[in-house]
């Protein structure tokens, strides 16, 4: 058996592995690079082994830079079948259609005011690429297993998000598990992931691998809520909207109902994070499995929730004139309708933006959170005068101590472990308590790196 590391090696986004045995070729993962312009520069090239010689992808789970390469995919010549989790094919749809529409409706406006570099301005894919990928999509449900060219893959509940999976894939002689991203034992929603099976090689993903989340706490989160709207401000979270739009509702609507912070409105702006909402709250009904028990109502309706569908209701967020929250995605402000809001309400210092979780370098997000204060967006630059503030409790990936414990859940070591989709120091970090703390090898492979397993 063999791996080629096509994404998510020596950078936290772009995952895309391949796997290799006998007459099988198996891409775990088709993401899209994130960040930094040389990063995303990679999404105009060629995956690095042929489309149509794939027998399947697998997909962990929904989010962008694990699924958001399909539609290329689909274009360069892929035909066979995607296989994921029932949750996560909800929830890809989704992100792949809302991408395609932001894509679309973003080379249209840079056309209109002129403020690409490329002339036409170009979306990676359109509406028409997705919704090839998304025909493609093929159910798994957890815990059973699925045959191509003799090598068997099978999902395991994750934690990450819902539908999230770890994945393992066996040729009878050699088993590889990808953990995907892992989720936190503490998510307020979703239930822990399940143990590593026997593996001969694990690829982890390290996003936290040179840190530890403070305990999960909402105080923090309420202090500088209810100062922001006390002075008078709008308080704008920048949000993704599978999952993490989901956990701040919640959080805010327990804040409100135990009198934290004052129950002012709260606007959900993002087409893409309503239709994931229905998926959570269908989800809730039918009893997941990976869904926490939970008492009963609506766990995401703080009190007076707004959910904004339409253009011109987003439009009037810009300045909505009194005290709100705002959640609007992307989460690390890379596009869609929370630019234009970041670049209204940056300018003033009554305001509050509010980053809640990792921001990848390259992005407008992580600039935010590293005290930039002069930020361009739409070809201009905003000045940021408003509170800036970063907070990890809201993470939904496992910490380095989490991993770890991961790690050492299974029965039987793994002669290796792949450091993945980290940033550089933080998957060196992991990688050296791996070896340290728990006496395996670990290696952090390099970009196109293949290996024998």
């Known amino acids: 058996?063999?791996?080629?590391?096509?994404?998510?090696?020596?950078?936290?986004?772009?995952?895309?592995?391949?796997?290799?045995?006998?007459?099988?070729?198996?891409?775990?993962?088709?993401?899209?690079?994130?960040?930094?312009?040389?990063?995303?520069?990679?999404?105009?090239?060629?995956?690095?082994?042929?489309?149509?010689?794939?027998?399947?992808?697998?997909?962990?789970?929904?989010?962008?830079?694990?699924?958001?390469?399909?539609?290329?995919?689909?274009?360069?010549?892929f035909r066979g079948q995607v296989l994921c989790s029932p949750a996560t094919a909800e929830l890809a749809a989704i992100v792949l259609r809302d991408a395609a529409h932001l894509q679309e409706e973003d080379a249209e406006y840079a056309n209109r005011i002129g403020s690409s570099r490329h002339v036409p301005a170009l979306p990676l894919f359109d509406t028409h690429a997705a919704e090839k990928a998304i025909s493609l999509f093929s159910p798994v449900g957890f815990g059973e297993t699925v045959t191509f060219a003799g090598t068997d893959i099978t999902l395991r509940r994750a934690g990450h998000i819902l539908g999230s999976a770890i994945v393992t894939v066996s040729d009878?002689?050699?088993?590889?598990?990808?953990?995907?991203?892992?989720?936190?034992?503490?998510?307020?929603?979703?239930?822990?992931?399940?143990?590593?099976?026997?593996?001969?090689?694990?690829?982890?993903?390290?996003?936290?691998?040179?840190?530890a989340h403070p305990p999960r706490s909402l105080d923090r989160f309420a202090d500088e809520i209810g100062a922001t709207l006390r002075r008078g401000g709008v308080v704008l979270i920048p949000a993704f909207a599978v999952d993490r739009t989901a956990v701040l509702l919640m959080a805010l609507r327990e804040l409100i109902a135990a009198g934290?912070?004052?129950?002012?409105?709260?606007?959900?702006?993002?087409?893409?994070?309503?239709a994931a909402l229905e998926v959570y709250r269908k989800a809730l009904a039918d009893g997941a499995p990976d869904i926490r028990p939970l008492p009963p109502g609506d766990p995401f309706d703080p009190g007076q929730l707004h959910l904004v569908a339409d253009r011109e209701g987003s439009i009037r967020l810009n300045r909505p004139g009194y005290p709100c929250v705002i959640i609007s995605s992307a989460g690390m402000?890379?596009?869609?309708?929370?630019?234009h809001h970041f670049e209204a309400l940056a300018p003033d210092p009554r305001n509050l933006i509010l980053l809640a979780g990792f921001q990848v370098p390259g992005t407008r997000g992580r600039a935010l959170a590293d005290g930039v204060r002069e930020i361009k967006a739409?070809?201009?630059?905003?000045?940021?005068?408003?509170?800036?503030?970063?907070?990890?409790?809201?993470s939904c990936h496992a910490d380095a101590d989490g991993l770890l414990a991961w790690l050492n859940a299974g029965h039987r070591p793994p002669g290796t472990c792949f450091v993945v989709h980290g940033d550089a120091g933080a998957a060196d970090v992991l990688a050296d308590r791996i070896r340290g703390e728990l006496d395996r090898a670990a290696v952090v492979p390099r970009m196109g790196e293949r290996v024998r397993i």
């Open 260 to 274: 934290r912070i004052p129950d002012v409105p709260v606007h959900a702006d993002s087409p893409m994070a309503l």
């Open 333 to 339: 402000l890379t596009g869609g309708r929370v630019v």
């Open 1 to 77: 058996m063999w791996i080629t590391f096509l994404g998510a090696a020596g950078t936290v986004t772009g995952s895309r592995h391949l796997v290799e045995s006998g007459d099988s070729r198996i891409l775990v993962d088709c993401g899209m690079f994130q960040g930094d312009r040389e990063l995303r520069r990679r999404n105009w090239e060629p995956l690095g082994f042929p489309p149509d010689r794939l027998d399947a992808v697998v997909l962990t789970h929904a989010h962008l830079d694990h699924c958001g390469w399909l539609p290329r995919l689909v274009a360069e010549g």
């Open 172 to 211: 009878g002689s050699r088993t590889v598990t990808f953990s995907g991203d892992l989720g936190r034992a503490d998510h307020p929603l979703l239930l822990a992931p399940e143990p590593p099976p026997d593996s001969d090689a694990i690829i982890v993903e390290s996003t936290y691998g040179d840190r």
């Open 378 to 394: 739409f070809g201009r630059y905003a000045t940021v005068r408003a509170r800036v503030v970063t907070l990890d409790e809201f």
